[in-house]
């Protein structure tokens, strides 16, 4: 249990490089630079783009060269993708522009490899039979990290400046770097970069699993706000607040379910939760039943990103655990990018409430899939 707590303060803290700039990008982007919508959506997907991209590269050097590897690289360029953003500060116009966008797709590569590694880091120190509690607390310490920031990069901008923001999102990846060389190393997994198109096959049941649950994370995130606003509703901004708290304590609580009774059942009850949040925010007559049906949705979308993929580590040889968690979690990276624009076009067309019921059916997919899992027996190996 050590090194999994440990692992995700790695991450937490990692990830504040990660969480910062999308609570301080935006005003700046459009107050300082006045840039449109249009670039503030370029610049901020951008870095989604190149985490895409590089999902598998990052699985492969967890893989060849150990994942405490990654986890350092990882860091490395989140500091220097900080440095490279404080530029904008000095340099604007298109300079400024330029510099920006090569701050992202520095913290892209740095975001890929952090994760990846982190996760493959943990599983490596406590076995796969634990592998469903490593993911639930890194992905809990993601979360966090992007839920703390909101406030914390709100206070520095105030006090400080952008720059007091970017600052910050330099020296925590440091803190988290100081951490990691006390933590031991694993042996390098493989000696063999498996192509991309042999580790595809083994996880994408897995994966669109995850793609299909995560719609509904995206729907909270992006509409909650618009949808209050339509209905004449107040304090929307504690939706966001209530999914987030239901999300944590269903991990901290319930984690161990996934090792303990397999990521078939885990992900076919959590995911049912989740179909009853995004049922009740679709016909909430009501703010309490949108809190509520934002709760459910957050405590049954927690446990679906482990849950998954712990069929989807039990499918590959412990050799490639890297690269297969790598593509595994590429697929949360894809439901991110195109959801906005699928769920926009679904609020455009049906109106904001329309967005909970394709997120209803998105999770009713998701059950499906792990419904048609084939259970697959647990190794010790490590």
């Known amino acids: 249990m050590k090194y999994i707590i440990v692992t995700a303060i790695i991450v937490l803290l990692g990830f504040f490089s990660v969480g910062i700039p999308i609570a301080t990008l935006p005003g700046f982007i459009k107050g300082t630079l006045g840039l449109s919508d249009v670039w503030l959506g370029i610049i901020l997907g951008t870095q989604s783009l190149v985490t895409l991209l590089s999902r598998h590269h990052s699985g492969s050097l967890s893989d060849l060269k150990g994942p405490k590897v990654a986890v350092l690289r ?64 890194s992905g809990m310490a993601m979360y966090a990290a992007m839920a703390i920031s909101a406030p914390l990069g709100y206070f520095m901008v105030h006090q400080f400046g952008f720059q007091g923001g970017v600052v910050l999102s330099i020296l925590f990846p440091i ?22 198109y042999q580790v ?4 994408w049941k897995h994966g669109l699993g995850l793609f299909f649950a995560a719609v509904c994370f995206a729907g909270i995130a992006g509409f909650s706000t618009l949808l209050f606003k339509e209905r ?70 927690s446990l679906v990103f482990p849950a998954f993929g712990v069929e989807a580590v039990k499918n590959m040889e412990p050799k490639f655990r890297g690269v297969a968690l790598g593509a595994y979690v590429a697929f949360f990276d894809l439901a991110l990018g195109v959801t906005g624009p699928l769920a926009g076009f679904v609020a455009n067309q049906f109106g904001y409430a329309a967005v909970y019921a394709f997120g209803m059916i998105t999770c009713i997919v998701s059950f499906l899939i792990a419904l048609n899992l084939k259970e697959i027996k647990k190794t010790n190996e490590t």
């Not at 100081?178 to 190393?185: G, L, N, R, Y």
């Not at 959590?270 to 179909?275: D, T």
């Open 74 to 137: 990882g860091i490395f360029f989140a500091v220097i993708s900080g440095i490279v953003s404080l530029g904008v500060v000095y340099f604007q116009g298109t300079l400024g522009l330029v510099i920006l966008l090569v701050g992202r797709i520095i913290l892209g590569y740095s975001e890929s490899l952090l994760i990846t590694g982190a996760l493959s880091w943990g599983v490596g120190l406590v076995g796969p039979s634990n592998a469903g509690r490593v993911m639930a607390w």
């Open 175 to 196: 803190f988290a770097g100081i951490i990691s060389f006390f933590v031991p190393m694993v042996p390098q997994a493989s000696q063999v970069r498996i192509p991309f």
């Open 200 to 203: 595809v096959p083994k996880v």
């Open 232 to 301: 004449g509703w107040e304090n929307a901004h504690w939706v966001m607040v209530i999914f987030g708290t239901a999300y944590v304590l269903a991990r901290i609580f319930f984690a161990q379910t996934v090792d303990k009774y397999g990521g078939k059942k885990i992900a076919m009850i959590f995911s049912a939760v989740a179909i009853l949040g995004q049922g009740l925010l679709w016909q909430a007559n009501h703010s309490s039943l949108a809190f509520l049906g934002a709760a459910l949705t957050g405590f049954g979308y």
